[in-house]
Structure formats: structure tokens, C-alpha cells
């Protein structure tokens, strides 16, 4: 059984290793994906993007109930937007973090719930203005050149700085409950596991800051972070 990691308690290393897995939630390729990805990279912690209240809620299937959906319809909206998604293409979203939970337990290894808690994300949304909310339902594909229909290459980091760049800027505090508060708080999860080389499974669109934090790390601090990045097109091919 794998043991749950959900604080900051564990002991900074000088040299870590982190594998980075961005993924998109709805893809039904997702489990395999982190299947080769752990064959890759070897880790000695599994690091998932969710905490403890949404871990329970996707291992149970549970879905927001009415109280939460007159509290956060925004919040309401997306979880239902992700579910019809997946329910077009045939997959299920957050089976790429239930399979590195599944692989943890079997490989007996450390899980890291490395996430904001839910209810601190639904806390920030809340003090965003109406119409950030608003900016964050519009479409923004065709104003950035996400191509929706390659579900598979918005993975890359780099597809999605468009889009991230414009709901910065159209939504800064949304942004910030959303993105960027998580990138730190994950990172400073995984630095703090304990853990020398981890598998750290998040949505692509947390990567780029991620990225942009080890690399901001590594130039004002003694530790070293080395990272490898790895995209979905390396994965899906034979080894």
C-alpha cells in the first residue's frame, strides 16, 4: 500500500530529480502514459496533482453535491465541462493521477498529494471579481492557436503559453488561485517529500510555471534540481 505524503514534512535533499508529467485530463491514453513514464523514470515518490478531498472524491466518484454547486458554480461548471469531455472521447478524468496512486501502492513507494487543498483553491476563486469568471468560460483557442482537436499535443508545455499568457492577463486573480499558486505549492511539495528522484504527474498547464520555478530555484539556492520533461510523443512510441 502506498504510504500518503500530504505535507511539507519531509527532509530537503541537495540533489533531486524531478520527471515531469504534463498531461491533459481527458485523454483516454492518460493511464499508459504514466505506466511508461514510471518505466522511464525509476522514482522514489509518485507525485499527483490533488489533495486528500480530491483524491477521496475521484477514487469514490463522487460529484459536488447541490450545497457545493450553489457555493461554486464556477467551479461547478468546469467539473461538469472536464466529465462531458471525457464522456465524448471515452475517458476519465484524473485517471492519469488514480494510475500513479495505483503504481505507488504496487511498487510500495511513497505518494505525494502534492496540491493545494480544494477548499483554499474554492476560497480564491471566490474573492475573484464576476468578470475574470466570465474571461475564464469564453473560449480562448482561437485567439491563442490551441488547436483542440490535437488533444494529445497540448501536453507540450509550450502549446499552451499562448492561453496562459491571455488568461493572466484577462483573469490575473483567477490565474493566480488557479495556476500559479498551485505551481509553487507543488513544487515546494515535491522539494519537501524527501524524495531524490520523483515522478511528478500534473496538468500541462501547470508545467510551464513549474519550469520556470526549478529554473528560478536552482540560481538562488545551493540545492540542485535537475528536471526532464516527459511528452507524450516520446511515451506513446515502443521502447
Known amino acids: 500500500m502506498a504510504n500518503f505524503v500530504v ?3 519531509g527532509s530537503m535533499v541537495k540533489f533531486m530529480e524531478i520527471y515531469l508529467l504534463p498531461s491533459v485530463h481527458i485523454l483516454s491514453s492518460n493511464p499508459a502514459h504514466v505506466r511508461r513514464a514510471f518505466e522511464i523514470a525509476r522514482p522514489d ?14 477514487n469514490s466518484n ?9 457555493a461554486n458554480p464556477l ?5 461538469f465541462l472536464q466529465q462531458s469531455l471525457g464522456a465524448v472521447i471515452g475517458a476519465k478524468p484524473g485517471a492519469e493521477m488514480m494510475e500513479g496512486a495505483k503504481i505507488a501502492r504496487e511498487a510500495g513507494m511513497p505518494l505525494l498529494l502534492a496540491d493545494v487543498p480544494i477548499e483554499a483553491t474554492i476560497n480564491n476563486i471566490s474573492k475573484s471579481p ?3 469568471k466570465i474571461a475564464l468560460l469564453l473560449p480562448q483557442s482561437t485567439k491563442t492557436g490551441v488547436d483542440l482537436s490535437q488533444l494529445e499535443s497540448l501536453a507540450n508545455p509550450d502549446a499552451l503559453t499562448g492561453a496562459l499568457e491571455a488568461f493572466e492577463k484577462s483573469a490575473p486573480i483567477l490565474y493566480s488561485a488557479l495556476i500559479s499558486s498551485r505551481d ?10 524527501g524524495g531524490r528522484r520523483v515522478l511528478l504527474i500534473v496538468g ?5 510555471g513549474i519550469i520556470r520555478l ?3 530555484a536552482n540560481s538562488n539556492s545551493s540545492r540542485q534540481i535537475t528536471y526532464k520533461i516527459l511528452e507524450y510523443a516520446a511515451l506513446s512510441s515502443k521502447p
Open 7 to 9: 505535507n511539507n514534512t
Open 214 to 216: 526549478i529554473n528560478s
Open 75 to 79: 467551479l461547478t461548471a468546469l467539473f
Open 130 to 132: 464576476l468578470r475574470e
Open 45 to 58: 515518490c509518485i507525485a499527483v496533482e490533488l489533495c486528500m478531498s480530491r483524491f477521496m472524491s475521484i
Open 204 to 208: 500541462a498547464g501547470h508545467a510551464p
Open 184 to 193: 509553487s505549492h507543488m513544487l515546494g511539495s515535491v522539494m519537501a517529500s
Open 62 to 70: 463522487k460529484k459536488p453535491g447541490l450545497g457545493q454547486m450553489l
